[in-house]
């Protein structure tokens, strides 16, 4: 009789799943190892980039899931709400539910017992698997899931693999990844104090985004955006601080189109390890750029860790992206802009500042639809 393991991935390769994510939980140790093996894989650094990277893949036509553990689903419950059920993408989550099964650790305790009232009260179906009868309930939500764009949790109790006596994981060995240091560039000299307001950037980036895949930030930077150039391949951010990189991510592993991310100090440093998730999959059609005027400008101007020194090419660097740039003026973006492809990280100083614009009109599920559709050509 085959494992429980095989019968899931089994259900998974019927529903033609592109891409897997995952956070390491030791009751689905060898599902995972499977998952590892027979799919495209992304190893995740916190649960709530998988919602971000996850989207993204939706967006670009292509099949994501997503295996966490319970505790992880405290941490991406906004991102579920605000992004992915919010422009209507699928996504099946399937969570080992620790604390009620044979559990050694007692913290695991509270969140998995109380994540069923969690996710009814959020109104995020899920269903709860506790054996390999009720399979067939995977199959039939999944079918809802991709048929009608929806967030559906499949909560898996860890007796379901008790009977498995396989070891399917190898014993790994960590292998350093040596990022280099920050040499300088004759081409990009230390830049200047910063010249230019983030709406005077966007103006000046305008050509390069015309016809791009662009995932632009939440706030201010969306709304500037739409008011210099608006298009249909622009994905408006209008909540989920945090996951601009994320989706762009997702979009890139999943379409040939070129993809830009205009991210900010902010937003990067409320998830900076998704760069190392950039990092490591190296989609040579994506250029993430962080407009960095050191500011919270959508809620007030509060100052951010840049102001105070910290600084994000360094930080890109220091997570394996080797094509960075730091630029601050007009000549210096044009010329990042023109330099080589592959996987670019471009730290754009800026000068404070919102530009009076007007809320964006679009309805947040014709943003998804227009983005969508402009992927297909």
Not at 312 to 321: K, T
Request: contains cysteine; neutral net charge.
């Amino acid at each position: 009789m085959r494992n429980a393991e095989d019968e899931l991935i089994e259900i998974l390769r019927d529903f033609n799943i592109d891409i897997v994510s995952s956070l390491p939980c030791e009751k689905i140790r060898n599902l995972l190892c499977l998952i590892y093996k027979e799919f495209f894989h992304i190893p995740l650094t916190r649960e709530e980039e998988g919602v971000g990277i996850s989207a993204g893949i939706a967006l670009a036509g292509k099949r994501p899931a997503m295996f966490v553990q319970s505790s992880g689903m405290g941490n991406m419950l906004n991102a579920l709400l605000s992004l992915t059920a919010f422009y209507g993408l699928p996504l099946p989550i399937f969570v080992s539910q620790r604390g009620i099964y044979k559990e050694a650790i007692a913290a695991q305790v509270p969140m998995g017992q109380r994540l069923p009232g969690i996710l009814r009260e959020s109104g995020i179906s899920y269903s709860i698997i506790n054996n390999r009868e009720n399979f067939p309930l995977i199959r039939k939500h999944l079918y809802e899931v991709f048929e009608h764009g929806r967030v559906h949790v499949f909560l898996l109790n860890p007796a379901i693999w008790e009977a498995s006596i396989r070891d399917l994981c190898p014993n790994y060995q960590s292998k350093a990844l040596n990022s280099g240091s920050l040499i300088p560039d004759p081409e990009f000299p230390i830049p200047g104090p910063p010249q230019l307001t983030r709406y005077e950037i966007l103006e000046i980036l305008l050509p390069y985004l015309e016809g791009k895949a662009v995932i632009c930030n939440l706030g201010f930077p969306s709304k500037e955006l739409y008011s210099i150039m608006n298009q249909g391949s622009n994905f408006y951010m209008l909540g989920s601080m945090g996951m601009a990189t994320p989706i762009g991510i997702g979009v890139a592993i999943s379409s040939k189109r070129d993809v830009i991310v205009i991210d900010g100090d902010g937003s990067l440093l409320m998830n900076p390890n998704s760069l190392s998730i950039a990092a490591l999959l190296k989609p040579d059609n994506l250029t993430i750029i962080a407009i960095d005027n050191g500011a919270y400008g959508s809620t007030g101007n509060q100052p951010t860790l840049t102001s105070k020194g910290l600084d994000l090419e360094v930080i890109a660097r220091a997570f394996g992206i080797s094509n960075t740039v730091k630029v601050s003026d007009g000549d210096g973006i044009k010329r990042a802009m023109e330099s080589t492809r592959g996987l670019r990280f471009i730290h754009i100083l800026a000068i404070p500042g919102n530009r009076d614009v007007p809320n964006i009109p679009i309805h947040h599920l014709d943003i998804k639809r227009r983005f969508q559709e402009s992927l297909r050509f």
